[in-house]
């Protein structure tokens, strides 16, 4: 089955604990990306990668890491997460850019 | 000003109603048109992607593109209960922007 998994899909940490949310496809996609979707501001995209070893930023990366050193692998790491990175978090894969394919989220909630 | 302006509802109506979904958008260079619908606790899933201005339809739903008012449209026609679910407009020059998301319910 085609799919975008993500884990953990919940994770409640402090602040400061640094944290990392995988992202994998089956899919051989060459694009990868994550978003945070929050209430009133809709989904904003954070990193994006077009395939392995290229990465860049999105719309709202402070405070985010990523890497590609795999093609069907795309984790987003959190070096010291804060209360304002409260969020819900989506990884995508894409063959194209505009048609992406999203993993279930993970709700990620820092205190 | 946000690129994408979309009203985020809630929105509620009968089975078998109409629906009509719009977003306006302010940036010229925006080319790629979608719809992704989005239910409770899941990931968006595409549903309908356009180029271009004009119309596009697929079983129950139309998407609509005006580039010359930068307005796009779906409507849904004879709405389910199983239609009720977030939609979220998207839009593309390069990277995807998102509007809010409406969040739309069908009651039997």
């Known amino acids: 089955e085609a799919q975008v998994t993500q884990n953990p899909r919940y994770l409640i940490t402090v602040t400061g604990k640094k944290l990392t949310v995988t992202c994998s496809q089956n899919m051989n996609h060459e694009y990868m990306s994550w978003y945070r979707q929050d209430p009133g501001l809709g989904l904003r995209q954070i990193y994006y990668s077009m395939n392995v070893e290229v990465t860049d930023k999105g719309d709202v990366p402070e405070g985010y890491k990523v890497s590609r050193k795999e093609k069907r692998n795309f984790p987003l790491i959190l070096e010291s997460p804060s209360p304002n990175q409260t969020s819900l978090y989506f990884c995508?894969?894409?063959?194209?850019?505009?048609?992406?394919?999203f993993g279930p989220g993970t709700r990620l909630t820092v205190l | 000003q946000k690129e994408v302006e979309q009203d985020p509802g809630p929105l509620s109506v009968p089975e078998g109603a109409i629906v009509s979904l719009n977003c306006t958008y302010s940036n010229s260079a925006f080319q790629y048109f979608m719809w992704y619908r989005q239910y409770s606790r899941k990931g968006p899933e595409l549903l309908m992607y356009t180029y271009s201005s004009g119309n596009k339809e697929d079983g129950r739903f139309t998407a609509q593109v005006d580039k010359s008012s930068k307005y796009i449209s779906l409507f849904i026609r004879d709405s389910q209960p199983s239609d009720s679910a977030t939609y979220l407009c998207?839009?593309?020059?390069?990277?995807?922007?998102f509007g809010q998301g409406t969040i739309l319910t069908v009651h039997p």
């Open positions: 995508a894969s894409s063959r194209v850019r505009n048609e992406q394919f």
């Open positions: 998207a839009m593309s020059a390069v990277e995807l922007t």
